[in-house]
């Protein structure tokens, strides 16, 4: 069984359009993530989520939106595509919220943002 | 400025040969330090993870060392296999809240 699911894999559209990629967890944590990694590779944090509150929203734009039907699920939502876009998205998930469990983070494998 | 530094950017070695990536961090203060694999098209996985008090830990050919006063870490890779080809990525994680700073990683290219 897969720890952390995204779907799709894949995802290539047109700038200007609205569309959302799901991720799932079946590790029973507590806290899930949304990473962005561009084309340098970098990794960079954009949501988490803790027992469905936001608990970190760093500096991206608010046309991204997490949103976390329950505790297991953090879906990304994104409006209004642009080229800058493009990169791939990784959803993660951690045990705890803070203290040694909260580095422990299984990924997902990724779904690769095309915005064209 | 990135709080952790990887290097080489990327490197490639030849089947059998070992190789050591480096990572330099200046988060402060310091809980512990995570190198993760990257396997191409998939997320990172989680190699070893270093404490304050700990100079060495190995997962198999994976050896990584930590020297806490100077701030630096090195994943050192035995008799390289075809497999080994990957992004690793070196993680710190800040004592007080838990952050995590990530490194932008070490491309390893190991060629038969």
């Known amino acids: 069984d897969t720890a952390v699911s995204q779907t799709p894999k894949y995802l290539v559209t047109q700038m200007g359009n609205d569309k959302s990629i799901k991720c799932e967890q079946n590790?029973?944590?507590?806290?899930m993530y949304w990473y962005k990694q561009d084309s340098k590779k970098f990794l960079k944090i954009m949501f988490s989520?803790?027992?469905?509150?936001?608990?970190i929203n760093e500096t991206v734009p608010n046309r991204f939106s997490p949103k976390s039907p329950d505790k297991a699920h953090l879906n990304l939502h994104i409006n209004s595509l642009e080229l800058g876009d493009s990169a791939v998205y990784f959803c993660a998930s951690s045990q705890d919220q803070v203290g040694p469990g909260a580095n422990v983070l299984t990924f997902g494998a990724g779904s690769r943002l095309t915005v064209l | 400025k990135n709080q952790v530094e990887q290097s080489p950017q990327s490197l490639i070695i030849l089947e059998g040969k070992n190789c050591t990536l480096q990572c330099n961090y200046t988060v402060s203060p310091f809980s512990n330090l995570r190198w993760y694999k990257q396997d191409t098209g998939r997320g990172p996985v989680s190699l070893t993870i270093m404490t304050f008090s700990e100079n060495t830990k190995s997962n198999g050919r994976y050896t990584a060392t930590l020297d806490a006063d100077t701030k630096q870490s090195s994943l050192h890779i035995t008799a390289s296999q075809l497999s080994d080809s990957a992004s690793y990525i070196c993680?710190?994680?800040?004592?007080?809240?838990?952050?995590?700073?990530f490194g932008a990683g070490t491309t390893v290219t190991v060629r038969a």
């Open positions: 989520y803790n027992n469905k509150e936001l608990i």
């Open positions: 993680v710190v994680t800040e004592a007080n809240d838990y952050k995590l700073s």
């Open positions: 590790l029973g944590h507590d806290t």
